[in-house]
Every structure is written in C-alpha cells, then in structure tokens.
C-alpha cells in the first residue's frame, strides 16, 4: 500500500481534458513539494512536473500541476494517444526521511 | 547529454549479495545526488536509497535498510548500490536516478537511467 494514494486508472477520449489525484498527509504533501511523472510502456519514468507545476524543458504545456493541502492534481488537456501511460506523484516525506510514491494511475486513450 | 547507465543485475540467491553501479556523464557528479529507484514486476515505483552528491550523508527506505548501501565515487562518476541477505521481494528493475538537487529531498529526479533487472529466486 503506497503512503501517496492514487486512482488507479483514468480514461479519456482525444482531446479530452483528464485530471488525475494524488493524496497524502502533512509529513509528505502538506510540507513538501510534489513532483509527477509519466512511464511510458517498457521505459523509465521520466520527470513531467516539479515543484508542485513547474514543467521541465520539453513537456508540453498541455500538462499541469496543483496542490492544495495534502492534495495534488495533475491535468492534462488536448488529450492524445501518446499520452496513454502510468503516471506517479511523489514527494519527500519528513517522516520517513525519504521519497515517497502514489500507487501510479494508468490513463488509457479511448 | 546527460546518460545514466545501469550494470550489475542479474540472477541474485535468496540471502546473497549483488552490486548495481551507475556510470554518469553530461554533467558535473558531484554536485548532485543520486536515487535508485525500484519496480518490481508488473508494479509501481519504490524509492529505495539515496546519496548527497558529496557523499556525506545517505538515506534508506525501511523495507532496505541494513541490508542495502549506497556508496559514490566522485572520481569515477559512478554511484553503487550494494545489495545484501537478498530476499526474493528484492525482485525489481532498479533505476538509477540524478536529483535536481545536491541533497536529496522534494526536488524531483530529471533524469533516469534504462533501469537494470535484478531477479531474487533459488
């Protein structure tokens, strides 16, 4: 059971605005920033959005980021087919003195 | 271009020992730390251990601590995880990872490595 909780998938059409959650406490996400990032089939993961919504160079801004709270959301809008991945929040928890993962949510492209 | 290169899985005995090592270059080593990162099989992201880019200072998760050690060597460029009494859970592809930080902490990790897959069973 991860500490970040997750829905585990999430579906869209093309074009489609999608938004997908990522819930935790006050020793991770109330205190910490909040980093995505998305897994496409058979690669590493790679960095999609950190502190919280900054975009690295190259990610389209078709994805952002929020928190509020314990709270964080990742939308991504003018959904398309290349988007279908596994996409995990992650945030260092004080407590734990480490990163701590959400289960990872699959958005499939309908 | 920054490249992360992953070597040293493989097939490990429940309760022996194995070492990963990830050779860096693009960038200046030692003024960032470095992750592993774990994913066992058909499952989602584990952070396992990480290192401040000076080496002073290392962090584990629960599930590895004793048994796990990450170690550098800024001169090589090269991170190590040091893996022992392995149990068959250790089963994962290990992904090393660099930090947008010299510590490690909320900063995120910009880049990853192709991961290398270490299997546990007897």
């Known amino acids: 059971q991860s500490v970040l909780t997750q829905p585990p998938s999430t579906s869209g059409t093309p074009g489609q605005r999608v938004s997908i959650s990522c819930s935790g406490s006050?020793?991770?996400?109330?205190?910490?920033?909040v980093n995505w990032y998305q897994q496409l089939p058979g690669t590493a993961p790679k960095l999609l959005i950190y502190?919280?919504?900054q975009r690295p160079s190259g990610v389209p801004d078709r994805f952002s980021g929020s928190k509020s709270g314990t709270s964080a959301s990742l939308a991504i809008s003018g959904l398309q087919s290349e988007d279908e991945a596994d996409y995990y929040c992650?945030?260092?928890?004080?407590?734990?003195?480490?990163?701590?993962f959400g289960g990872g949510t699959k958005l499939t492209v309908l | 271009e920054v490249q992360l290169l992953e070597s040293g899985g493989g097939l490990g005995q429940p309760g022996g020992s194995l070492r990963l090592s990830c050779e860096a270059s693009?960038?200046?080593?030692?003024?960032?730390?470095m992750t592993w990162v774990r994913q066992a099989p058909g499952k989602g992201l584990e952070w396992v251990s990480a290192?401040?880019?000076?080496?002073?200072?290392?962090y584990y998760a629960d599930s590895v601590k004793g048994r796990f050690t990450i170690s550098r060597d800024n001169s090589k460029n090269t991170v190590y995880l040091e893996m022992n009494t392995l149990r068959a859970e250790d089963t994962a592809v290990y992904y090393c990872?660099?930090?947008?930080?010299?510590?490690?902490?909320?900063?995120?990790?910009?880049?990853w490595g192709q991961g290398t897959l270490v299997t546990v069973s007897s």
């Open positions: 990872a660099k930090d947008r930080f010299g510590y490690p902490g909320d900063a995120g990790f910009d880049y």
């Open positions: 693009g960038f200046t080593f030692s003024s960032y730390a």
């Open positions: 290192i401040r880019g000076t080496g002073s200072r290392t």
């Open positions: 006050s020793s991770n996400i109330g205190t910490n920033t």
């Open positions: 502190s919280n919504n």
């Open positions: 992650a945030a260092w928890d004080d407590g734990l003195n480490g990163v701590v």
